[in-house]
């Protein structure tokens, strides 16, 4: 059997240029991580690059307002 933590996690929002992104953050023993939900980044229209850019800038975003907050 495998004992698995529950990780605290929230979901905020952030904005990218002029759209705005639901980002899940979790607080892991070694830091933060973040993951953007994929269905704002696909409602966004952007092609693969342009979603790799948005989420690492989301990502950063995110991890920042939630240690601010």
Do not use: C, W
Request: hydrophobic share 35%.
């Amino acid at each position: 059997m495998i004992n698995r933590a529950t990780l605290p996690r929230e979901e905020v929002v952030v904005h990218v240029g002029e759209k705005s992104y639901r980002v899940k953050v979790s607080r892991r023993p070694k830091g933060y991580t973040a993951k953007v939900e994929m269905n704002d980044l696909l409602a966004a229209g952007l092609n693969r690059q342009e979603q790799e850019s948005v989420s690492v800038q989301a990502q950063r975003l995110a991890i920042e307002q939630v240690e601010n907050h």
